[in-house]
């Protein structure tokens, strides 16, 4: 009897230690820091899809959120439960993604977009923005599948009214050949090109965005393009992506509330051309191939 007393005693003893250490992971990954990979090219160059970040979750608790930090912040457009403790749970345990873009307004800053001599800029206060980290870049579509894959697909109709979702739109370097990009391994034979030239299909930077549906609240408006007003309340930021021509951001949304905001990108850790959410399974994939998308010189560096 004693020894299933003994028995009883520890497990339960084992079971306060265990839940104790993940109360205290959770609430440091909370409320401390966090990783973060990149799953799209809206914030290229600065950040290239498949790199792993840290950041800061502790500070933008207790100081200001400043123009021009780039932060971590829940999806917008999720739709929340209107249940408290629910709500709770998707915002800090499981619900929608996390999403990283610029801070370009703040709380109470009047932000204006604008065509000037056919290129977009913005002002914010009546004063135009400097931004250096803009992607000074041009992009360029390669599709995701070799061509007689995309052939085959076309034949059968099945990609037919996908061929967006077939599409990856990369940041290129015209002056290098296609082996030897800086920033994505870009496969010659899967370059989008024009029927007639030949030649690629590349959008430069500056061309102004063909604006959609148009929303107004009040004085303010956007139109997911690159004109747009808004003044921004006490609780609000408008944040944009660095590459302008590829990034889902508040043009399309409008602002973000602070209770959204969840961390402020500081780090970057290491950086894989890989489309995969864990790189171990690409490694596991493509052992040989893997080592060659390694961008060791974007490894160990502060973000700006």
Same mark, same amino acid.
């Given at each position: 009897?004693?020894?299933?007393?003994?028995?009883?005693?520890?497990?339960?003893?084992?079971?306060?230690?265990?839940?104790?250490?993940?109360?205290?992971?959770?609430?440091?990954?909370?409320?401390?820091?966090?990783?973060?990979?990149?799953?799209?090219?809206?914030?290229?160059?600065?950040?290239?899809?498949?790199e792993?970040?840290?950041?800061?979750?502790?500070?933008?608790?207790?100081? @200001?959120? =400043?123009?021009g &930090?780039?932060? /971590?912040?829940?999806?917008?457009l999720?739709? +929340?439960?209107?249940? $408290?403790?629910?709500?709770?749970?998707?915002?800090?345990?499981?619900?929608?993604?996390?999403?990283?873009?610029?801070?370009?307004?703040?709380?109470?800053?009047?932000?204006?977009?604008?065509?000037?001599?056919?290129?977009?800029?913005?002002?914010?206060?009546?004063?135009?923005?400097?931004?250096?980290?803009?992607?000074?870049?041009p992009?360029i579509?390669?599709?995701?599948?070799?061509?007689?894959?995309?052939?085959?697909?076309?034949?059968?109709g099945?990609?037919?009214?996908?061929?967006?979702?077939?599409? @990856?739109? =990369?940041?290129? &370097?015209?002056? /290098?050949?296609?082996?030897?990009?800086?920033? +994505?391994?870009?496969k $010659?034979?899967?370059?989008?090109?024009?029927?007639?030239?030949?030649?690629?299909?590349l959008?430069?930077?500056?061309?102004?965005?063909?604006?959609?549906?148009?929303?107004?609240?009040?004085?303010?408006?956007?139109?997911?393009?690159?004109?747009?007003?808004?003044?921004?309340?006490?609780?609000?930021?408008?944040?944009?992506?660095?590459?302008?021509?590829?990034?889902?951001?508040?043009?399309?949304?409008?602002?973000?509330?602070?209770?959204?905001?969840?961390g402020?990108?500081?780090?970057?850790?290491?950086?894989?051309?890989?489309?995969?959410?864990?790189?171990?399974?690409?490694?596991?994939?493509?052992?040989?191939?893997?080592? $060659?998308?390694?961008?060791?010189?974007?490894?160990?560096?502060v973000?700006?």
């Open positions: 009897m004693a020894y299933a007393k003994s028995k009883t005693e520890g497990f339960w003893a084992n079971f306060k230690e265990i839940t104790i250490l993940l109360l205290i992971v959770f609430l440091v990954r909370t409320f401390g820091f966090g990783l973060y990979q990149v799953p799209t090219g809206s914030m290229e160059t600065t950040m290239l899809v498949g792993r970040f840290f950041a800061d979750k502790f500070t933008p608790l207790f100081t @200001n959120i =400043k123009r &930090d780039i932060i /971590a912040f829940n999806d917008p999720f739709e +929340y439960s209107d249940n $408290k403790l629910k709500r709770l749970f998707q915002e800090y345990v499981w619900g929608p993604s996390n999403w990283t873009k610029r801070v370009i307004g703040q709380p109470n800053d009047e932000v204006k977009g604008v065509i000037e001599n056919g290129k977009p800029v913005v002002y914010v206060n009546g004063k135009k923005l400097h931004e250096p980290y803009i992607n000074k870049y992009l579509q390669v599709w995701k599948v070799g061509r007689c894959k995309l052939q085959q697909l076309l034949r059968s099945s990609a037919r009214r996908y061929l967006g979702q077939l599409l @990856n739109t =990369k940041s290129y &370097d015209s002056s /290098a050949p296609y082996n030897k990009q800086p920033f +994505y391994d870009i $010659k034979d899967r370059v989008l090109r024009n029927t007639s030239s030949g030649e690629p299909m959008i430069f930077p500056g061309t102004p965005i063909e604006p959609g549906k148009k929303v107004t609240k009040g004085g303010n408006y956007w139109n997911n393009g690159d004109e747009f007003y808004i003044k921004l309340g006490k609780d609000q930021f408008w944040v944009m992506g660095d590459n302008r021509l590829g990034s889902h951001d508040s043009r399309v949304f409008g602002p973000i509330t602070r209770r959204l905001i969840h402020k990108i500081l780090f970057r850790i290491w950086s894989v051309d890989s489309d995969e959410n864990w790189w171990i399974w690409d490694l596991i994939k493509h052992p040989i191939d893997f080592w $060659k998308r390694v961008r060791w010189s974007r490894f160990f560096q973000v700006r």
